[in-house]
T-cell receptor, first 118, second 112 residues
Framework: GAGVSQSPRYKVTKRGQDVALRCDPISGHVSLYWYRQALGQGPEFLTYFNYEAQQDKSGLPNDRFSAERPEGSISTLTIQRTEQRDSAMYRCASSVLESREGPPNEQYFGPGTRLTVT | TQLLEQSPQFLSIQEGENLTVYCNSS?????LQWYRQEPGEGPVLLVT?????EVKKLKRLTFQFGDARKDSSLHITAAQTGDTGLYLCAGGTGAGSYQLTFGKGTKLSVIP
């Protein structure tokens, strides 16, 4: 069975360009999460979805960042007018259950997209 | 802002030795999770603890959640070279602990 996949694995872009990062969760997983991981740091929460609904986007750094999951499966994280400080590893995770009150869900992480803004 | 401090940041030990890594916060979390991350890979969940004072054992790994649910420790007995990796703790908040706050990690090297 395939795990979480992300594409591209590496992206180099010039400052000011827009980028779209794709996450393909494990089949059947209803919740999807986006994180950003700087070098030498742990992942930092950005946003998450239950099915197609974006539940919390409080971790998005500013309005240049947006995410969507229109059909409740694949998700795209878009960064507009990229800046050098956006350079990081962007990780996606999914969990089989909907995030709701109760026991914590296990999040399965993808390999990440390494974004470099020059 | 909730922060998780992990210590030590780096640890190099001989195979067969025991070690403990720590994860501390001033905030209360609904759950505490430990992950292991290999180079080029995403973090992989090792264990989740949810009850203050809870202790879980996974073979040679023992995880403890502090009584006040603010801190945790990971103890490895008789370390093996295969234990080498980055160990991350993450505090969970929100419904189903959807929002994970990660520490910076402890980079463990086990030398044969």
């Amino acid at each position: 069975g395939a795990g979480v996949s992300q594409s591209p694995r590496y992206k180099v872009t010039k400052r000011g360009q827009d980028v779209a990062l794709r996450c393909d969760p494990i089949s059947g997983h209803v919740s999807l999460y986006w994180y950003r991981q700087a070098l030498g740091q742990g992942p930092e929460f950005l946003t998450y979805f239950n099915y197609e609904a974006q539940q919390d986007k409080s971790g998005l750094p500013n309005d240049r960042f947006s995410a969507e999951r229109p059909e409740g499966s694949i998700s795209t994280l878009t960064i507009q007018r990229t800046e050098q400080r956006d350079s990081a590893m962007y990780r996606c995770a999914s969990s089989v259950l909907e995030s709701r009150e109760g026991p914590p869900n296990e999040q399965y992480f993808g390999p990440g997209t390494r974004l470099t803004v020059t | 802002t909730q922060l998780l401090e992990q210590s030590p940041q780096f640890l190099s030990i001989q195979e067969g030795e025991n070690l403990t890594v720590y994860c501390n916060s001033s905030s209360v979390f609904s759950s505490l999770q430990w992950y292991r991350q290999e180079p080029g890979e995403g973090p992989v969940l090792l264990v989740t603890v949810v009850t203050g004072g809870e202790v879980k054992k996974l073979k040679r790994l023992t995880f403890q959640f502090g009584d006040a649910r603010k801190d945790s420790s990971l103890h490895i007995t008789a370390a093996q070279t295969g234990d080498t990796g980055l160990y991350l703790c993450a505090g969970g908040t929100g419904a189903g602990s959807y929002q994970l706050t990660f520490g910076k990690g402890t980079k463990l090297s086990v030398i044969p």
